[in-house]
């Protein structure tokens, strides 16, 4: 089944401890993307990328760090977190000559 | 500049109504457009999408949108709606190769029986 997945879907942690949320997809797909919800702020995007080993900032970028080693995953990492990072997380993937996303199912994170 | 406006936070209809949510957008390019639906403690799944062709589109669990470029709008539609349909929507704009999908701030929708 073609799908974006992403681990952990809770998570609570404490601020200033590092963490990271893995996001694999298996179809194939160039582009890759972090958003993160908000209340009242809909989807904002963290960082994307548009294939191995090119990232680049999104419009909240602040606080966070990617990578994308491999084609089919692209981590999102908080080297230290602080409880404005609480937030719902979706990874995204697409194709390079598509305009529709394929969302994970988000991970919820709470930083106290 | 790119944006997406949902102009109604919360709406309130009862089961058997009609339903339409407002969508605007902003963007620079030919716009590809969805929406997008989030139940309570769940992801994003997608209810329809527009890419070029007819303006009229129809989606999942009788949703309908219809596409007026004049208006800049993308509104969505439902004749009939349902208690399960008590969600959040997301309206969202992206293009062929675009870097970001831009989202609007969504509206919530309580049906009452």
């Known amino acids: 089944e073609a799908q974006v997945t992403q681990n952990p879907r809770y998570l609570i942690t404490v601020t200033g401890k590092k963490l990271t949320v893995t996001c694999s997809q298996n179809m194939n797909h160039e582009y890759m993307s972090w958003y993160r919800q908000d209340p009242g702020l809909g989807l904002r995007q963290i960082y994307y990328?548009?294939?191995?080993?090119?990232?680049d900032k999104g419009d909240v970028p602040e606080g966070y760090k990617v990578s994308r080693k491999e084609k089919r995953n692209f981590p999102l990492i908080l080297e230290s977190p602080s409880p404005n990072q609480t937030s719902l997380y979706f990874c995204?993937?697409?194709?390079?000559?598509?305009?529709?996303?394929?969302f994970g199912q988000g991970t919820r994170l709470t930083v106290v | 500049a790119q944006s997406v406006t949902q102009p109604d936070i919360h709406i309130t209809v009862s089961e058997g109504a009609s339903l339409e949510l407002r969508c605007n957008y902003s963007?620079?390019?030919?716009?590809?457009l969805f929406w997008y639906v989030q139940s309570p403690g769940q992801g994003l799944q997608l209810l329809l999408k527009?890419?070029?062709?007819?303006?009229l589109v129809q989606g999942i669990k009788g949703f309908e949108a219809e596409f007026k470029r004049s208006q800049s709008s993308f509104n969505l539609r439902k004749p009939s709606v349902h208690w399960s349909d008590a969600a959040e929507y997301f309206c969202a704009v992206g293009a062929v190769g675009a870097n970001n999908l831009f989202f609007g701030t969504g509206t919530r929708l309580t049906v009452i029986p």
């Open positions: 995204a993937s697409r194709p390079r000559l598509s305009a529709e996303a394929f």
């Open positions: 963007y620079g390019a030919t716009p590809y």
């Open positions: 990328s548009m294939n191995v080993e090119v990232t």
């Open positions: 527009y890419f070029s062709g007819d303006t």
